[in-house]
């Protein structure tokens, strides 16, 4: 894009002011001239890791390819994330589903795709589930469903039952990840795997999840755990051999430009 697109900010459904991103559907012939583009083509909207933000390769390269294509992209950063106001310790599942759902209404968006990448992949789930039909599809990258109960101890379950944080090495800084006692108890409250005691997963529309089998933060078995998870027929799992957890290289980004191309060509 020649010209960078600037964070705007929206009233949250908490009472906090919520930064995103947004590019309205456009002619990529006419994009200079920013002539909009009724096509009906569902709108991308990118849901961030776990205390990631809008900022993050994926992210970018998602926008940067719809600003190309001439298809309408939501960025945001959750309350407590990025340049969102907030605190992350008072971050949970079902606060920032509510803030994703109302960005999408703030933006009047019509139907969409959800790309949700580690926990942005358990999000993009409860979202779906809170749109219904104006869900078209999902991408998940490296999804994390149901983390709070297979990523943890059960001494550290208890730990956290008990209002403790708990601290775990960062693979990506020097400073510690916290999961706080609420995210637990939210989390583990939102479990969607488990088709015997919750059933299976309410969309019926295409998704595509893609993971790195040299993952070595969530499993890439679960992301064929999702699969049949959940109800759709529509459902491919592509797998990478060498992809990490990130999936930020440059071929692990063509896997998800091309994936959303096909999707997009056939929703």
């Known amino acids: 894009m020649s010209t960078p697109i600037p964070p705007t900010f929206h009233m949250g459904p908490h009472g906090l002011r919520l930064a995103t991103r947004f590019l309205p559907a456009r002619d990529p012939a006419h994009a200079l001239a920013h002539t909009l583009v009724h096509s009906g083509a569902p709108a991308l909207v990118f849901l961030p890791g776990y205390m990631s933000d809008m900022t993050g390769t994926k992210a970018e390269a998602l926008f940067d390819w719809a600003a190309r294509q001439g298809h309408a992209c939501l960025l945001m950063d959750y309350s407590g994330c990025g340049q969102s106001e907030g605190d992350f310790a008072d971050g949970t599942l079902s606060r920032w589903r509510d803030e994703v759902v109302a960005m999408i209404r703030a933006h009047n968006l019509g139907k969409v795709v959800l790309v949700g990448s580690s926990m942005g992949g358990w999000l993009m789930l409860l979202v779906a589930r809170a749109l219904g039909r104006q869900a078209a599809g999902l991408v998940g990258l490296a999804a994390a469903p149901d983390f709070t109960d297979w990523g943890f101890t059960e001494q550290e379950k208890a730990a956290l039952a008990s209002g403790q944080t708990h601290y775990e090495e960062s693979p990506y800084g020097p400073e510690p990840t916290p999961t706080h006692a609420a995210f ?23 998704a595509i999840l893609i993971h790195g089998q040299a993952d070595e933060v969530v499993p890439w078995g679960l992301s064929l755990r999702l699969a049949e998870a959940l109800r759709s ?35």
């Open 233 to 267: 027929a529509m459902v491919q799992v592509h797998l990478i051999k060498d992809g990490d957890h990130r999936l930020s290289r440059p071929q692990d980004i063509a896997v998800l430009l091309d994936t959303l191309a096909r999707l997009l060509a056939h929703p």
């Open 184 to 206: 637990w108890a939210d989390g583990e409250a939102l479990h969607q795997l488990d088709t015997e005691v919750h059933g299976p997963i309410p969309f019926d529309g295409p």
